[in-house]
């Protein structure tokens, strides 16, 4: 369903009471009674498991699958499956400027993407109250998995040419993909660029900011929009290279202080996070998980562009109990 995503930043601002916006789709495998593996194969199923999702909490936005091994999977990049899992990618397909130089961009629909354009599809006929955001990975997180992700720290210094081939031939991708997922009609996407965040800022600038600006230039329109997702832990001495690339909406990590972080961020720009999905979503209890969603909320709600959320994709195996846990916590922290 088409909408006015610019005037929905806007209205979000303005709310008073902000719905929380997790990412949040994984975990539906519990209320289906499929494995990830299957979820990731179907488009059915992802739709359906987002359908649940949105009927069952009263999120601001239903955000798609983070499933970062998608893309890589379509550059040649070997994938490690698992039935309760996210799938992870094992090795590398680049490792010379000759590699870089011959690597091919994929067409669009190649792998497993268009089970993910087909989903998304179906998932916007299907939910018409809120925003259906897709998830993408970000430029500098594709090149990383495609070079090896602790190699390509060290080709940024030593080899920063090829990195910047492959940055410019992934950035081509993401954007088609964008586009793709524009078409069939997705709000908008959050594009997940969490090894930037290990960089310098100087190097977060020029390996991640300068190609996500070109992403964000490309496919952000009144009716579609980019929220950009950052979980590494040096965001907030990125912060201004990160605004630089021009997303209404800025997501964090549970590596950071969103307290610490807030003042940084404009009043026109949304900044949300960041309750752990690991030490709470998925291995808290629904007491922990109220006490943390309140305590974040009691830090930054006097921000009017703070929305709550989890500091990163929720697992599949989360307790439901704790995500029913955390929604409830942030209506009785507004409620009272």
């Known amino acids: 369903m088409k909408r006015n995503m610019k005037q929905w ?66 550059f040649g990049s070997t994938i490690r499956f698992s039935d309760d899992e996210v799938p992870t990618v094992i090795g590398s397909v680049v490792s010379s400027e000759e590699d870089a130089e011959a690597l091919e961009i994929p067409e669009i629909g190649a792998g497993r993407t268009a089970i993910y354009i087909e989903a998304i599809e179906k998932a916007a006929k299907m939910i018409e109250d809120r925003p259906v955001l897709a998830g993408v990975i970000g430029p500098f997180s594709l090149a990383g998995r495609l070079m090896d992700v602790s190699e390509a720290m060290i080709y940024c210094y030593d080899e920063p040419d090829m990195v910047h081939t492959v940055l410019d031939k992934v950035t081509q991708f993401i954007i088609k993909y964008c586009l793709e997922y524009k078409k069939v009609g997705a709000n908008g996407v959050v594009v997940a660029e969490p090894l930037a965040g290990l960089l310098s800022p100087n190097l977060a600038e020029e390996f991640s900011a300068e190609y996500m600006k070109k992403i964000v230039d490309a496919v952000q329109d009144d ?114």
């Open 223 to 336: 009716e579609f929009i980019v929220v950009y997702h950052n979980c590494g832990n040096c965001t907030i001495q990125q912060i201004q290279s990160i605004l630089s690339i021009g997303s209404p909406i800025l997501h964090f990590g549970n590596a950071i202080n969103m307290d610490e972080m807030m003042p940084l961020i404009p009043e026109n720009v949304i900044a949300s996070g960041n309750v752990d999905p690991a030490s709470q979503f998925r291995n808290g209890t629904e007491e922990s998980i109220k006490e943390s969603t309140k305590a974040l909320l009691e830090q930054c709600s006097k921000y009017p562009n703070f929305v709550i959320s989890s500091g990163c994709d929720i697992p599949p195996m989360s307790n439901w109990e704790n995500i029913d846990a955390f929604f409830a916590a942030v209506k009785e922290y507004y409620a009272g």
């Open 9 to 74: 930043v806007a209205d979000t601002l303005a709310a008073p009471q902000k719905k929380p916006m997790p990412v949040l789709s994984f975990p539906a495998i519990q209320m289906m009674g499929v494995t990830v593996k299957e979820l990731i194969s179907s488009s059915d199923l992802q739709a359906r498991g987002m359908k649940l999702v949105a009927d069952r909490v009263d999120a601001a936005a239903s955000v798609s699958l983070m499933d970062l091994s998608l893309e890589a999977e379509c």
